[in-house]
């Protein structure tokens, strides 16, 4: 029988093979508020891995990722799986993959973007290359050069 | 490519114009320069209104859209200062936007914020064409520049391009560069160690096929070069005036250099300038500043009609 390094769930998420290091930073773009969650979230870090040697990996109950929220895992933990879970079984497996267009997601470090005056826009960034991660702002037509640091 | 093909069409970026776009633009206007020296009348756009929202000043750009809208037949209006509109109330340009569309049936901005202008073309339901967006685009400099390139050199393709003087800052240079990668020309980047072109412009102008290589004096280029794209290094550059002195010097054009230069090779220079083009230049035939000033005027004329579907009769 294989180990579950945590207690299995019944229903919610589990996002695995997270970059080893990049599990807390996951758990806060999804912005898991502990004091008015109602559910239980685990983050295992630095756990075992086959394919990547080490990895954190984290399981959320009770609740499914939005869109945005995929999005974001993909451009922070690239290679990311996340498991949709329900009745203790997977019923659906996502690999995380950069989104070709991040629009409310990450925000234009340039201070002389339009997008960044308030105007009833939302930051909107286009994918020109995977490796390596490049985004240019749909506005300004800058490259985001660190995309870790502009994610919202 | 059709000149239909164009009706509706927002002028943002030159990034997103093909080289048959391109071409085709630059054929129309060549079609406009009669009609921009007032040789010969026309009316496709009567009935048609520009507006004009110049939230930065500009005397040039401004008057050559007016110019080029007044030719076609067609009438302007607008605002060719923030401080006198509703943005000083602290309207949002997305607001100023749809009501300047809802009054016109062009638009034509300039902004002092990246990337306003392609917001402004997200809230208009009229065509946008961008003027110049702070340190971003201003396609129709660039433009104009490629359509006087092309007028005198007969093609854009391998021709030997020297973009001298502040390659770092200046944002005509970069799109003019982007511009010019397209069809495959040489660059040359005449500047000082300090304002050369950026590698992040670099980068991208090289995987586009186009060969550049780095100068720091002008005099390297003099015999090899078609055009000499020469921009003000601003004074503000450098902490002193002796050190601003000194460059200004290496990077400034004179009749006597030109008489090294090929027959046909042209000197071009976005204006206003400085000193960078000694007046001694302007005598000789390699002067096409004050032509290329005229082109914005056809160049505008075309895009004007064509994202308008303006027919001519002749
Ligand atoms: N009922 C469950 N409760 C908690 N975690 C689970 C459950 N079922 C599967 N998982 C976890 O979800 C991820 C994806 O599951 P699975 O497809 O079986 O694994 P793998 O991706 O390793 O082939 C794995 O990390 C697994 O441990
Ligand atoms: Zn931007």
New interface residues.
């Given amino acids: 029988m294989r180990e579950l390094k945590i207690t299995p769930i019944v229903k919610g998420t589990v996002i695995d093979h997270i970059p080893a290091g990049m599990g807390l930073k996951v758990l806060k773009v999804l912005g898991l508020d502990v004091q008015e969650i109602k559910y239980t979230v685990s983050l295992g870090i630095h756990v075992r891995s086959n394919k990547l040697g080490w990895k954190d990996i984290l399981k959320i109950e009770e609740r499914e990722l939005k869109k945005s929220e995929v999005d974001k895992i993909a451009l922070i933990a690239p290679g990311a799986t996340i498991s949709i879970i329900e009745k203790g079984e997977v019923k659906e497996k996502i690999k995380a993959s950069l989104p070709k267009r991040a629009k409310g997601i990450m925000k234009c470090p340039?201070p002389?973007?339009?997008?960044n005056?308030?105007?009833?826009?939302e930051h909107d960034f286009i994918l020109v290359s995977e490796k390596p991660v490049k985004y240019r702002?749909?506005?300004?037509?800058?490259?985001l050069e660190d995309v870790l640091k502009n994610i919202i | 490519m059709q000149d239909k093909d164009f009706i509706g069409k927002d002028i943002v970026?030159i990034?997103e114009l093909s080289n048959e776009e391109i071409e085709h633009i630059l054929q129309t206007a060549k079609k406009m320069v009669d009609i921009a020296r007032g040789k010969r009348v026309v009316k496709p756009l009567e009935g048609k209104i520009l507006g004009t929202a110049f939230f930065e000043p500009s005397t040039r750009t401004r008057l050559s859209f007016e110019s080029a809208m007044l030719r076609l037949g067609g009438k302007c209006l607008g605002f060719s200062e923030a401080t006198t509109t509703s943005v000083a109330k602290g309207e949002?340009?997305?607001d100023t936007v749809r009501m300047l569309a809802s009054y016109s049936d062009v638009i034509v901005i300039r902004?002092?914020?990246?990337?306003?202008a392609?917001?402004a073309a997200?809230f208009s339901d009229k065509p946008v064409i961008n003027a110049g967006?702070?340190?971003?685009?201003h396609p129709t400099q660039t433009l104009l520049d490629l359509f006087t390139m092309k007028e005198k050199l007969g093609k854009l393709e391998d021709i030997n391009v020297a973009l001298i003087g502040d390659l770092k800052y200046g944002r005509t240079v970069h799109s003019l560069a982007h511009a010019l990668a397209k069809f495959n020309a040489n660059l040359y980047f005449v500047a000082p160690e300090t304002l050369q072109m950026p590698d992040?412009i670099i980068g991208p102008l090289e995987e586009m096929g186009a060969k550049t290589q780095k100068f720091n004096a002008l005099e390297e280029v003099i015999e090899s070069c078609d055009v000499f794209y020469m921009t003000r290094i601003q004074r503000e550059r450098f902490p002193d005036i002796q050190e601003y002195n000194k460059v200004a010097g290496i990077f400034r054009l004179d009749a006597r250099m030109l008489e090294r230069a090929k027959k046909h090779a042209i000197v071009m220079h976005p204006l206003p300038r400085v000193n960078e083009i000694s007046p001694d230049v302007d005598a000789t035939k390699h002067a096409m500043y004050f032509e290329q000033a005229f082109n914005g005027v056809p160049v505008r004329m075309a895009l004007l009609l064509l994202l308008l579907g303006g027919e001519m009769d002749a």
């Fill in positions: 340039n002389n973007c339009i997008s005056t308030g105007e009833p826009v702002c749909k506005y300004c037509e800058r490259m | 970026s990034r949002t340009l997305a902004h002092k914020y990246e990337g306003a392609r917001l997200e967006d702070g340190a971003g685009q992040h």
